[in-house]
Structure formats: C-alpha cells, structure tokens
C-alpha cells in the first residue's frame, strides 16, 4: 500500500498499487459493506486556485429596475416604478363598488385598458321597478349576483378589489362581495 505523503504528494493510485481483493479472504457469512463498492481508480492532482477577482465598475450589476434612489426619482418624477407598470397584467380585472344614498353601482373593469366589463346598478329600470329598496342588503345581493353572472358571461372568473384608505369589508360591502363569491368568481 501506498503512504499518505505518497498520496498527497499527487501520484495516481491505482488498481495495481492496492492489494488484489480476489486474494482477500472474505468469510461468506459477514460481508463487509466496502466489498459492495467497485474497485475504483482514484487520482490526487493538484489544483490550482483562480486568482482573486477585483472589483470594477463593469462587473457591479446595478438594481436600477428594481428600486429607484431619489436622485434618479428627482430626474425623473412622471416615471413609473416596477410595481406600477406590472401590477395592472397580475391582477387585471378590478372591481368598483360605489354607494349613494338613493342607489348601488358596481362595475367590473381591464386595468390595462380602461375597458368595462360587467355593470350592474340599482337604478336600472328592471331593478327600480322590481326591488322594494334600492340601498338595504337585498339589493346588495341582487348587485352581487349581476356581477357574477355577467362577467362570467364575459369570460372573467378571477377579480380584485382594492380597499379605499381606511375603508372595511364589512356591512353592504361585505354582502356585495360575498355573494360574487358565492356565485363563482374568485378574488385574487
């Protein structure tokens, strides 16, 4: 057998330099998990560590599109940022609920291109005539289900809703998205 300060010194072991395992006597009864192993030629060379890097100008990737220092915003104030400009084809369709005292409208729209996809409003005259009240939780149920029907009728079966500053979900609003909810559409 070879000496460790042989095997580091870069030699090549090999097969002739270990001892022959067809000479060895293994008694049947208790193989040992190392006769599994093929014998294997195993080679010891030195490597040579690439130099060091240095750092220069060209080598820094900048994270100019992911984040914009304020000098950068200061040049140019109208730009829009990452988020603004990809946000509209993640979540493209948008619900917009609105209540006054006398009505309920609620709409459906293509952030990207302004385009309206389902409407459904308490003032409409099938709705004026049928409902008793135009404001109470029945005709937020009513609004609801318009919705739903209509943008399925559209091929729209996921939505989003943007909450206004301080606004809760909660009341005729919950009502009104619950039961699109119900009816199949799922907010993203």
């Given at each position: 057998m070879m000496s460790c300060?042989?095997?580091l010194s870069g030699?090549?072991?090999?097969?002739?330099?270990?001892?022959d395992r067809s000479t060895q006597q293994v008694k049947a009864a208790s193989l040992s998990w190392v006769s599994?192993?093929?014998?294997?030629?195993i080679s010891m060379r030195t490597t040579r560590v690439p130099p060091s890097p240095t750092?220069?100008?060209?080598?820094i990737v900048c994270a100019a599109y992911t984040r914009r220092s304020?000098?950068?915003?200061?040049?140019?104030?109208?730009?829009k940022s990452w988020k603004q400009?990809?946000?509209?084809?993640?979540?493209?369709?948008?619900?917009?609920?609105f209540f006054s005292k006398k009505f309920i409208h609620a709409k459906v729209m293509h952030r990207g291109t302004s385009k309206v996809i389902s409407v459904a409003t308490t003032n409409a005259k099938d709705l004026r005539t049928n409902l008793p009240s135009l404001t109470d939780h029945n005709a937020c149920r009513v609004i609801g289900r318009l919705i739903a029907e209509r943008?399925?009728?559209?091929?729209?079966?996921a939505m989003s809703y943007e909450p206004r500053k301080d606004e809760r979900?909660?009341?005729k609003l919950g009502i009104v998205l619950d039961t699109i909810k119900e009816n199949g559409i799922l907010f993203v």
């Open positions: 300060s042989a095997l030699s090549l072991v090999s097969s002739e330099s270990l001892p599994s192993f093929p014998l294997m030629n750092l220069n100008q060209n080598s304020r000098g950068e915003a200061a040049k140019r104030p109208n730009r400009k990809t946000d509209m084809y993640l979540r493209p369709f948008l619900l917009n609920v943008s399925k009728e559209a091929d729209v079966y979900i909660e009341g």
